[in-house]
């Protein structure tokens, strides 16, 4: 599939215009105080032609064959570009955590960590957070490490999804 740039994306958007469209794949998931797991997961990137893209994100638990089990997290927020190769991501998910995260964007790749993490009082204790992305021969690649429930920050999802 051939991605084209939009006529209105904003210039300050273009170290992460790659990301627009849909994505989907799947991926694996890892931590001390949970099973291993296998999802697959759907990555949505939109925008108007101001400098930022609406992000939407669900996933699903996968069995060994690759159908699914059973729905899992969704996480939405806005992917802020307020100057060329700077992000900042807002970012709320369904399992009660909002989280506001800062980082740098060139040559297809972007990497964030948050600055802050808030929750909800039934939310399980996540302190911390490190997101990679990269397009890697026109795939998404992607890795997230965390700090939770009393845990220091290590590996916790890392996926590979293509261009639908």
Request: proline letters at 4%.
């Amino acid at each position: 599939m051939v991605f084209q740039l939009p006529d209105n994306l904003h210039p300050n958007c273009g170290p992460i215009a790659w990301l627009l469209g849909t994505w989907r794949g799947n991926g694996h998931g890892d931590y001390p105080t949970i099973e291993k797991f296998q999802y697959g997961q759907e990555l949505i990137f939109t925008h108007d032609g101001r400098p930022f893209f609406h992000y939407m994100a669900r996933s699903w638990i996968t069995d060994d064959e690759g159908n699914k089990v059973r729905e899992a997290a969704i996480e939405t927020g806005f992917l802020r570009c307020p100057e060329q190769g700077k992000i900042e991501l807002l970012l709320v998910h369904n399992t009660g955590i909002s989280e506001i995260w800062h980082g740098e964007a060139a040559d297809g790749k972007m990497e964030l960590t948050t600055d802050a993490v808030i929750s909800t009082q039934t939310a399980k204790a996540v302190t911390a957070g490190k997101r990679l992305y990269g397009n890697v021969n026109s795939e998404l690649m992607y890795a997230y490490d965390m700090a939770a429930q009393g845990q220091a920050l290590q590996p916790h999802l890392w996926a590979r999804l293509q261009r639908a």
